[in-house]
């Protein structure tokens, strides 16, 4: 019997004596901050304690702690590689993390995670423990009760933050100092409102407005090719295009609207033997290869471009850097975004 079974089976005598068993995996972020004693600023130190939940058995785990903008691509394979090992022994499992990259580790995991772990349920805090209105404790409570609630099977990994729940492939912080920082198009596909105390146990009115889609998963041994994301603006001329597509395996191109260039990277683009993803700058919407202008989305595509659809800029990242390191070539890659399969 492996050691999956092992758990799986203790899992399935807690189930019988209604005890839930939930996972909760910090990594730092500002839900683990306070002010630092020596006056540095704000910095990862403690994880936080999850608030009473009555009939569930937690178990926590420490991979790392650190601040969002320190998470790797390989931390982030990591913590899927525990989520893993330790899914068949739990009903559900948290991730604690820094709001600056979470909806990156949210979206490789989603990449990567196969179907069938428990609910997986990421969360973080915008203000520290030492605050007076620190929002780590309820964002850690709603995100245990929705990774707990019977609905969020099968749905891919989520984030719960403000009491609203996101898809990973659209969620994106778009605030940097609020309580309500997540959003993303088309907005939340579910919301979770805590009901009880603390004297009578929590619970969670959850609620979905999206049936679960079916996903693809993707299995890389180690996320070891180099993607570079470069940003647009008014005036580009390709500075910096040259030498980021001779170091790197992939470029995506964060891209003017619709997924348009000035001019000038037209014929970079057309000389550039290596996938080129085109995402957009604009916060909201597909790239539509609609222009015929030079540097317009059509051409761009006829020069061998990748539409990244919805995805953003970081996120198209991620899957081409999941492409890339399973050896997908080029047009292979190309089938992947064109079909949708992320
Ligand atoms: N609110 C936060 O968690 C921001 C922090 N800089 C981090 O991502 O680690």
């Known amino acids: 019997m492996t050691g999956a079974e092992t758990t799986g089976a203790a899992r399935a005598q807690d189930q019988a004596r209604g005890q839930r068993r939930l996972a909760v995996i910090h990594t730092g972020g500002t839900i683990a901050s306070r002010p630092s004693p ?20 937690l178990r926590e785990y420490q991979p790392f702690t650190l601040p969002s903008p320190h998470v790797t691509p390989a931390h982030m394979l990591e913590l899927a590689r525990l989520i ?16 600056d990259t979470l909806e990156e580790t949210a979206y490789l995991l989603h990449l990567v995670l196969p179907a069938g772990l428990p609910p997986v349920v990421l969360t973080g805090s915008m203000r520290h423990a030492g605050e007076v209105s620190w929002d780590g404790p309820g964002n850690l409570l709603d995100a245990a009760l929705v990774a707990l609630d019977p ?28 309580v309500d920082a997540f959003g993303g ?15 009578s146990g929590y619970g969670a009115q959850v609620h ?26 008014a005036g580009w001329q390709g500075e910096g295009y040259a030498e980021a597509a001779a170091r790197a395996d992939g470029l995506v191109i964060a891209a003017l609207g619709t997924g348009n260039l000035p001019p000038e990277l037209l014929p970079l683009i057309k000389a550039t033997g290596k996938p080129v993803v085109i995402a957009t700058r604009t916060h909201t919407g597909p790239i539509l290869p609609v222009y015929g202008y030079a540097g317009g989305g059509a051409t761009l595509v006829a020069a061998g471009a990748i539409p990244a659809s919805f995805l953003n800029a970081h996120k198209a990242r991620l899957l081409l850097l999941v492409l890339l390191s399973l050896g997908l070539d080029r047009e292979e890659i190309r089938t992947v975004f064109a079909e949708g399969r992320y």
């Open 208 to 233: 979905y407005f999206a049936t679960p889609e079916p996903r693809p998963t993707y299995a890389p041994a180690a996320l070891a090719a180099r993607v570079e994301v470069l940003y647009a603006y």
């Open 84 to 99: 893993e090992e330790i899914g068949p022994g739990h009903d559900g499992i948290v991730v604690t993390h820094g709001t």
């Open 185 to 199: 198009s088309p907005g939340p596909i579910g919301r979770a409102d805590r009901t009880g105390d603390e004297a």
């Open 151 to 178: 609905q969020t099977a099968g749905r891919g990994p989520l984030v719960a933050f403000g009491g609203d729940l996101f898809d990973a492939r659209t969620v994106t912080k778009v605030h940097t100092s609020a």
């Open 38 to 57: 020596d006056g540095r600023g704000v910095v990862p130190q403690t994880a936080p304690s999850v608030p009473g939940l009555r009939g569930t058995q």
